[in-house]
C-alpha cells in the first residue's frame, strides 16, 4: 500500500502544464460594467419596494384579524348577556290561569 502512495506522489510532484493555457484577458471584457450596475441597481430597487409592499400588507391582515376578534368578543358577549338576562326575568303570569 506505501509503494502505491509514494508511486501517486511522485506522480503528483511532476508540474502538469495547465490545459488551456492561460492567455491575457482583457478585464473589460469580463466584468458586468455600467449595464450590469444598472440593472443591479434597479433590481435592488424593485426588491425593496416589494418587501415594502408585502410588509404593509401582511400589517394591513393583522389588524383586520385583531379588529375581527374584538368584534366577535364583542358580540359573544352582548350574546352572553342577553342569554343571561332572559334567565333573570320573572314571568309575573301564572302558568295555567284557569287554574286556582
Do not use: C
Not at 478585464?27 to 434597479?42: D, E, K, Q, Y
Not at 400588507?57 to 342569554?83: F, K, P, S
Amino acid at each position: 500500500m506505501h509503494a502505491v502512495t509514494a508511486a501517486i506522489s511522485r506522480f503528483a510532484e511532476a508540474t502538469p502544464t495547465p490545459s488551456p493555457s492561460p492567455t491575457d484577458v482583457d478585464p473589460n471584457a469580463v466584468t458586468p460594467g455600467v449595464a450590469g450596475f444598472v440593472l443591479i441597481a434597479i433590481l435592488a430597487v424593485v426588491v425593496v419596494f416589494l418587501v415594502w409592499d408585502m410588509m404593509r400588507r401582511i400589517r394591513r391582515g393583522r389588524y383586520r384579524a385583531e379588529v375581527r376578534e374584538e368584534l366577535d368578543a364583542e358580540q359573544l358577549a352582548a350574546e352572553q348577556a342577553d342569554i343571561a338576562e332572559r334567565k333573570t326575568d320573572v314571568d309575573d303570569q301564572d302558568v295555567d290561569p284557569g287554574r286556582n
